[in-house]
């Protein structure tokens, strides 16, 4: 059951799924539902500039933050393999009684919605993964090795220190990086400042987490149609041209959408080719009865 929050016209909440797991939802618009999944160092407040957009296009959102992302739940021991998480975004959605839903997801949320879409059918009607590929695991080995000096971080700044590390990884990660700024880098940072400890645990976790089973061999069972958004600009973060020849490959129906311009964070700096994509992905569904 959904736990609301105090106020009454509120829609955010906590769905709890297991004892010490809990994700923060936020819910706004009506008409046909669209998931959004945030990736590892994403929250509901990147996504401010297009759920608006989407709203007034005439969709539901429901923006999800996985375990230990943004607002939602810490726990140290929880599996944070992006399997475990995929079965918590689909959760959730059995909580909210939401089927055929279009998902639309970011960088390793991307890899969620893959696996929620072949893992559940019945609740992905179509996905959009923007700058998120087909991978297998939840950190990259470069933020593995980084996640070594975890326990040093508070001692050489905290969460200052990982605010400047994150407005580097923004900067570093666009195209036209003029959206990032001091207030930005606060939001983007506001759930690690909560408990930094906690989130350096998550991370941990992440890190460590083992799939149960990989995702390449399941391509081939996603069955909705499927728009991957790469940013047409040099960036850190893309998604390398071996995983779009995957994609290609295996996913019945895909599409691939270059963005001039912009870098990893195409939601960020260039909101309305997102809605343009889903527009293109919503063409090709048949009709809902």
Known sequence: MALLSD?????????????????????????????????????????????????????????????????????????????????????????????????????????????????????????????GGPTEAAVTPTFKRALRFAPWIKLFGGIKLVRRKVRSMLLASSGDSTWVTDEVVLGYTAGAARNLDATLKAYLGMANAREPEKLWPHLADVRCPVRLLVGGAPHDGDVNAEEIRLLQRTVVSFALDSVPGAGHFIYEEQPQAVIAALARLQAGLPRRL
């Not at 933050?65 to 992006?82: C, K, T, V």
């Not at 918590?88 to 279009?102: E, K, N, P």
């Open 7 to 131: 106020s009454a016209d509120a829609r955010t909440f906590k769905v709890p799924l297991a004892a010490t797991e809990s994700l923060e939802v936020e819910t706004s618009g009506v008409g046909q539902p669209v998931v959004l999944i945030p990736g590892l160092f994403g929250s509901e407040f990147g996504f401010r500039t297009l759920v608006p957009l989407l709203n007034a296009a005439g969709y539901r959102t429901i923006v999800i933050e996985p375990l230990g992302i943004g607002s939602s739940a810490r726990p140290p021991r929880a599996d944070y393999s992006l399997t475990a998480q995929a079965d918590r975004i689909a959760g959730v959605l059995d909580s909210l009684s939401v089927r055929q839903a279009v998902v639309i997801a970011h960088s390793i949320g991307g890899s969620e919605g893959f696996r929620l879409a072949y893992r559940r059918p019945d609740l992905v009607r179509g996905l959009v993964s923007i700058e």
